[in-house]
């Protein structure tokens, strides 16, 4: 019998938690993802330890974090905040812990028990799992859908979760197919960009640190030369450009400056000194070792695993000169290439490398309380499908469990 109360299309993180919502309500339901297993983007999430929500007790802060929708994520998180994902998680067996920026993380630091703890939720309320075929067709009269076409196949349901996310990790499954459904319904769909995602740069130096990360260290940003914005933390370098969280949540506002003629950037690893102080920090390093060559006493200024690659910048100098030899403006020559490090932004990376993109049904077309659309009756629409900027750090999952959840209440 291909006729159940619930549709769900889509077995990422909110889709499947629609669908066992909907299942522990009674509901006949059918998850339906066209990649061979449920959750492939929640399973490398975080780097694999799944980066699970943001800890932030105060709704009113957290919901900042979501630009121009907070306003409208008011009703859903009140029903469905932190506090219950941290309640739903933990009284299935898996304890979660806080880190840095209060993002949570499973103590086992392992996706894949997320992921179970969601496999274990389908299967009490027994939904039904179609997997490793696509939906070719979503079928419409008037102003409800009338079913899906899977093999050929027509499925009906009362009602139908739209949860086939964005498209960012299109190697996941996330290619954009619920965008080109919610036009056939009647939403107005806003183009993705990515928006959580590394930078390209031109520089050799950066690539070939591949890998290292710069600690503690301040990035500004500079369009057409001036000056536009800065950010502190950690700057991972890597074989196209420089990646890491800190990057990661600077991608919106860099790519609004790419609009211009030059983008640029330094990186000053010494933050906490002015130039002055840092060069009497360096001349007293090379007072206590004068008769030591460069290359060996730069290792205790430079960032780790950078000396030798950061001498090339300032070419000037031989890295096998004796530190009593170097000059006073060798010295302070190598003091602002510390203060910074020159970087030109050439883009951002494509929507294959990133973690989160935007577009998606603007949410005013959506009844945010039940997350029912409003231009088909029998619709619920969830996660990466709603045009929500969010940065990296939780927010994203969070998303899809508050939405996830609502829907698969009120479906």
């Known amino acids: 019998?291909?006729?159940?109360?619930?549709?769900?299309?889509?077995?990422?993180?909110?889709?499947?938690?629609?669908?066992?919502?909907?299942?522990?309500?009674?509901?006949?339901?059918?998850?339906?993802?066209?990649?061979?297993?449920?959750?492939?983007?929640?399973?490398?999430?975080?780097?694999?330890?799944?980066?699970?929500?943001?800890?932030?007790?105060?709704?009113?802060?957290?919901?900042?974090?979501?630009?121009?929708?907070?306003?409208?994520?008011?009703?859903?998180?009140?029903?469905?905040?932190?506090?219950?994902?941290?309640?739903?998680?933990?009284?299935?067996?898996?304890?979660?812990?806080?880190?840095?920026?209060?993002?949570?993380?499973?103590?086992?630091?392992?996706?894949?028990?997320?992921?179970?703890?969601?496999?274990?939720?389908?299967?009490?309320?027994?939904?039904?799992?179609?997997?490793?075929?696509?939906?070719?067709?979503i079928e419409k009269k008037g102003n409800s859908i009338t079913g899906v076409i899977l093999g050929g196949v027509c499925y009906t349901a009362d009602s139908y979760i739209i949860a086939t996310g964005g498209v960012s990790h299109p190697e996941t499954g996330s290619t954009g197919d619920g965008f080109g459904w919610l036009k056939q319904l009647?939403?107005?769909?806003?183009?993705?960009?990515?928006?959580?995602?590394?930078?390209?740069?031109?520089?050799?130096?950066?690539?070939?640190?591949?890998?290292?990360?710069?600690?503690?260290?301040?990035?500004?940003?500079?369009?057409?030369?001036?000056?536009?914005?800065?950010?502190?933390?950690?700057?991972?370098?890597?074989?196209?450009g420089i990646s890491g969280p800190l990057i990661l949540n600077s991608a919106h506002q860099v790519a609004d400056l790419l609009h211009e003629e030059s983008v640029t950037a330094a990186i000053d690893t010494y933050p906490l000194m002015d130039l002055g102080i840092l060069d009497k920090h360096i001349s007293s390093v090379f007072d206590a070792n004068k008769n030591k060559l460069l290359r060996n006493v730069f290792k205790e200024i430079a960032p780790e695993g950078t000396s030798e690659v950061l001498l090339t910048l300032v070419p000037e100098i031989d890295p096998d000169t004796k530190v009593h030899s170097v000059t006073k403006g060798q010295r302070r020559m190598l003091a602002e290439m510390l203060k910074a490090l020159p970087l030109t932004i050439q883009g951002l990376m494509g929507l294959d490398r990133a973690v989160i993109a935007d577009g998606g049904v603007d949410l005013v077309e959506l009844d945010m309380r039940s997350m029912r659309s409003r231009r088909c009756e029998n619709a619920f629409i969830t996660g990466d499908l709603l045009h929500i900027v969010r940065p990296s750090g939780g927010y994203s999952l969070q998303l899809c469990w508050t939405t996830g959840y609502l829907a698969g209440e009120n479906a």
């Open 1 to 137: 019998m291909n006729t159940y109360d619930v549709i769900v299309l889509g077995g990422g993180a909110s889709g499947m938690m629609a669908a066992g919502r909907a299942g522990a309500r009674g509901k006949r339901v059918l998850l339906i993802e066209k990649k061979r297993r449920l959750g492939e983007k929640l399973r490398i999430t975080g780097g694999g330890r799944c980066n699970i929500t943001n800890a932030e007790e105060d709704t009113g802060v957290l919901l900042k974090k979501y630009g121009n929708a907070a306003d409208f994520l008011h009703s859903p998180f009140s029903k469905f905040g932190v506090g219950e994902t941290f309640s739903f998680f933990e009284t299935r067996g898996l304890p979660l812990k806080i880190e840095a920026n209060k993002r949570a993380f499973p103590k086992t630091e392992r996706a894949e028990d997320v992921y179970k703890v969601l496999e274990t939720y389908l299967k009490e309320g027994n939904v039904e799992i179609k997997k490793g075929l696509p939906v070719t067709a």
């Open 186 to 240: 009647g939403h107005s769909v806003q183009d993705p960009t990515p928006t959580i995602v590394p930078l390209r740069t031109k520089e050799s130096w950066s690539k070939k640190l591949s890998g290292v990360s710069l600690k503690d260290c301040k990035i500004t940003f500079f369009a057409n030369g001036e000056r536009r914005f800065s950010k502190k933390g950690n700057v991972l370098l890597t074989h196209f």
